[in-house]
């Protein structure tokens, strides 16, 4: 999230603590939820240590036991599957159409 942040993944009350170093020394904290944390992920920047922080807040939100945690993983899965679909449909509405090389 960042180099003057901090996350802490409270497994017990399965929220995140969210330290940000507001001046030197000086820490502003806030208790949120992994969803919000995520929705806040600048994907643009996404690398290896974001992907190693986003990894355990993102388990967090799933249940604990294994079947449900499975089945809701499979449940996301598809609705991002169909946001893909979609965009994909979208680009095609919006990119111009392919021309005949041989028509000037």
Do not use: C
Request: charged share 25%; hydrophobic share 45%; proline share 10%.
């Amino acid at each position: 999230m960042g180099p003057d942040a901090q996350l802490t993944l409270s497994p017990s009350k399965r929220n995140v603590i969210w330290a940000v170093e507001e001046s030197p020394g000086r820490w502003g904290v806030t208790e949120v939820a992994p969803l919000t944390l995520i929705a806040r992920v600048s994907w643009t920047n996404f690398d290896d240590q974001l992907r190693a922080e986003v990894k355990p807040v993102l388990a967090a939100v799933l249940p604990a036991d294994p079947e449900g945690a499975l089945a809701m993983i499979a449940q996301h899965l598809n609705k991002a599957d169909e946001w893909v679909s979609l965009l994909h449909a979208i680009r095609e509405d919006l990119s111009p159409p392919d021309r005949d090389p041989l028509i000037s």
